[in-house]
C-alpha cells in the first residue's frame, strides 16, 4: 500500500489489515510448516524486515528462506535499469543487515520484471528470480552467456486474487471461500504433478494467515504431503538442484514493435 501510495500511511484500519502478516499470519504459518516438518521461502519486502526485524529473524531461525521482494514493495515496471539497481541494493542491504544472510532469490513485486531485470540480478549475484509465468517446470534464463535459475509462477496459485480486499486500494469486494481456493489449489496441484512441474504456491501471511484460510492450506499440505513422488523444501533448494542439472540456458524475448 505505501508504494502507491504513501499518504496510505495515515489510515490506521488498513495498515492494520496489513500488519495483521507479521504480527498474527506468520507465527499461526511457522507453527503449521513446524508440524509438518517442511522449510519453505518467504519473499520479504526490505522495509517489512526493517519495521518488523524480530518477526524475519524468527522465520531464519525456523530453518526458512529469506528472499528479496523489492524495498516497499514497488512497482518495477517501467523502472530504468538504474531506478531499479538502487531498489534491489536497498532491499538487500537491509535483508542482509537484520539476518546476517544476503538473499540469493527474488520475486518481483507483483511479478513485474523488466527486460533489463535478469542481468541486474545476475551482477549482484543472484541464484534465480521465481517472477515469471511461462513454463511447467524450473529452467536456466539465459543472461547474456550466463544464465539466472527460473522457477515459474501463475496467478491461478496466488491468494491475493482469491482473497485481498483493502477498500479504495484492492480488490472488488468479493471474498472466496477458503474451500473453493483449497479445491483450486488442488486440482492444480494433481497436474502439475502429472505434468512433473514445479508446484509454486503464493502465499501473503496477511491473507492466508487467518484462521480458516490457514486451517484449509495445512489440508492441501497435508494432501501434497501425503505422495511419496513429491519433494517439498524452499526455493533455493530447488534453484540448486536445477543448477546442478546442467540445463541449457533458455531466452524469453521480447516483441519486436515493428511486427505489431
Known sequence: MLAVDHGHANRMSAISHQAYG????????LKMLARHEITSTFFVPGYTALRYPDVIRSILAEGHEIAHHGYLHEAMAGLS?????AILDRGS??????TGVRPVGYRAPMWELNWHSPKLLYDRGFLYDSSLMDADH????????????EIPIQ???????QYCFVPDFSGTGLIESPVKVAEMWRLEFDGLRAAGGCF?????????????RAAA????IDYV??????WVTHLSAIAEHVRGLGLAPRSVVRPDPTDF
Open 93 to 98: 542491504a537491509v535483508l542482509e543487515k537484520v
Open 200 to 212: 509454486v504456491l503464493t502465499n501473503h501471511p496477511f491473507l492466508s494467515g487467518r484462521p480458516s
Open 155 to 161: 496467478w491461478a496459485l496466488d491468494d491475493w486474487e
Open 81 to 85: 535499469a538504474d531506478e531499479e539497481a
Open 138 to 149: 524450473p529452467y536456466e534464463l539465459a543472461v547474456g552467456t550466463n544464465s539466472l535459475v
Open 217 to 220: 492450506l495445512e489440508g492441501l
Open 22 to 29: 507479521p504480527l498474527t499470519g506468520v507465527p499461526r504459518i
Open 225 to 230: 504431503c501425503s505422495h511419496d513422488d513429491v
